[in-house]
């Protein structure tokens, strides 16, 4: 009797797609509530580090908004509009769906 071979599915490879992903990331959650001036200074410090660092791009995941009062996301546009106004911000987007999609801004420096 022979072993049954189970049919593995591959992946599919991108071959590209380490070139775009974020080279570091800080997530928002199991912080507590937080003011619009604990979210700044928290992402000013995230920053700041990842210039020391010379990162590029990263990701900041800021949850959908699930939890807030009324559902609504409050990070996100908060940290989103802040980001925009950074001279040194190139692009601030939503991330990939496969990094979290609605609940992450995937952001790129030009220090």
Same mark, same amino acid.
Do not use: W
């Given at each position: 009797m022979g072993k049954k071979r189970k049919k593995e599915r /591959?992946? $599919?490879v991108n071959k590209f797609d380490n070139l775009s992903k974020p080279? &570091? &990331?800080f997530d928002f959650h199991d912080r507590g509530m937080l003011t619009p001036h604990d979210v700044r200074a928290l992402a000013d410090k995230f920053i700041e580090e990842c210039r020391d660092r010379g990162l590029t791009k +990263? #990701?900041?995941i =800021?949850? $959908?908004g699930l939890h807030s009062r009324n @559902?609504?996301? +409050?990070i996100k546009p908060? #940290? $989103?509009k802040y980001l925009q106004d950074k001279s040194f911000v190139k692009r601030v987007y939503e991330g990939r769906r496969? /990094?979290?999609g609605s @609940? =992450? #801004?995937e952001v790129i420096f030009d220090f």
């Amino acid at each position: 009797m022979g072993k049954k071979r189970k049919k593995e599915r /591959r992946q $599919k490879v991108n071959k590209f797609d380490n070139l775009s992903k974020p080279q &570091e &990331e800080f997530d928002f959650h199991d912080r507590g509530m937080l003011t619009p001036h604990d979210v700044r200074a928290l992402a000013d410090k995230f920053i700041e580090e990842c210039r020391d660092r010379g990162l590029t791009k +990263v #990701l900041f995941i =800021t949850g $959908k908004g699930l939890h807030s009062r009324n @559902g609504m996301p +409050v990070i996100k546009p908060l #940290l $989103k509009k802040y980001l925009q106004d950074k001279s040194f911000v190139k692009r601030v987007y939503e991330g990939r769906r496969d /990094r979290g999609g609605s @609940g =992450t #801004l995937e952001v790129i420096f030009d220090f």
